[in-house]
């Protein structure tokens, strides 16, 4: 086995846009096991926008993350040793293993790792249409949108680990379904692969006028339900084709998060539409996750619920992928291969 675990720590915290320059390659010895302990080799890292959040030390939802550690991250990977009886060589888990190659969890640290099947699902999607993305589409869409047959259903990123997710929910719930995607290629796959009604190409649609005449036209009976990953000028779109009593997620704002302000241009629609606005983080409903994997998880097996993976590979490539996901050059979850 290898003795070197390298690892990607927090440098310093953004000021402005993230760079390369945030994260530092160490290399560590990779710890050895004392009584309770399980050793993982992680094969797969989540890369996710909240991550940039953790960077800031701003006001958020949650703690930032300290300098100097190890980068937080979702990880999926195999046991590689074990001195607990409840994990076994070669047991595949998930956890929150971060930036690095092996992760080793103290018989103390119970529930940190979650054994996972792979018989009929692969590794990696319980990182994503398996896994945290996948919830977050559902809680969103079954617990705040809500959607009755034949009511439309809109989601912006929606080529996305989260995005994509959403739409095929919905579909499977009746709901005509309007996907809104960067370019030709991502509006493509929403349509043609993941099965939706219309995607809607927002690039070339640089105002208020021309988005909100597309969604017009892809969305005649107007909007019951949004799921909002982006914020601007794509909610105000949407806010002027909703409906009465439609109800938006406000799952992500991801066109704000370099710190631009992104004012909602015309709130009182909310009042006039009697509008249903629900914010949510996916961590504070644990309840809900149970229910949500299993219908996740079933449909991914029997290929009801497509994905998509960008993979970059090796840890060192972690960084770049990081900030490509930011800037929209990701196409479908965002993953690093590790092994
Ligand atoms: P994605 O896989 O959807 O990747 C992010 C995508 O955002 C990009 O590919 C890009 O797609 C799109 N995007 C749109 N506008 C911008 C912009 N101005 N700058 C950069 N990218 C843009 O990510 P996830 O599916 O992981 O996450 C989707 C959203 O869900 C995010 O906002 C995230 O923060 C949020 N989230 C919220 C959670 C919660 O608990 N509330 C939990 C998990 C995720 P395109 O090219 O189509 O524009």
Known sequence: MATIN?????????????????????????PELAEGDVLVRNQWLSLDPYMLGRMNEGKSYAQPQP???VMIGGTAGEVVASR?????????????????????????????LQKVDTA???????????????????????????????????VSAASGAV?????????????RVVGIAGGPDKCAYVKDELGFDECIDYKPLKDLKSLSTALKAACPKGIDGHFENVGGLILDAVMLRANAFSRIA????????????????????????????????????MEIWPEALKELGTMVATGKLKYRESVADGLAAAPEAFLGLLKGRNFGKQLVKLY
């Open 6 to 30: 390298q690892q990607i720590l927090l440098a310093s915290r953004p000021e402005g846009e993230p760079s390369a320059d945030n994260f530092k390659l160490v290399e560590k010895p990779v």
């Open 67 to 69: 300098l100097d550690e």
């Open 84 to 112: 607990n009886a409840h994990f076994q060589v070669g047991d595949k888990v998930v956890g929150m293993g971060g930036w690095q190659q092996y992760q080793l969890v103290s018989g103390a640290q119970r529930g940190v």
């Open 120 to 154: 009929r699902i692969p590794l990696s999607a319980y990182l994503g249409a398996v896994g945290m993305p996948g919830v977050t589409a559902w809680y969103g869409l079954v617990k705040i949108i809500a959607p009755r047959e034949g009511e439309t259903v809109v």
């Open 163 to 175: 995005g994509g997710a959403v739409g095929q929910l919905a579909k499977a719930r009746g709901a």
């Open 250 to 285: 406000f799952c992500g704002m991801i066109s704000g998060y370099n710190g631009e302000p992104i004012p909602m241009q015309n709130p009182s629609l909310i009042l006039v539409n009697r509008m249903k606005l629900e914010g949510f983080i996916v961590s504070e409903h």
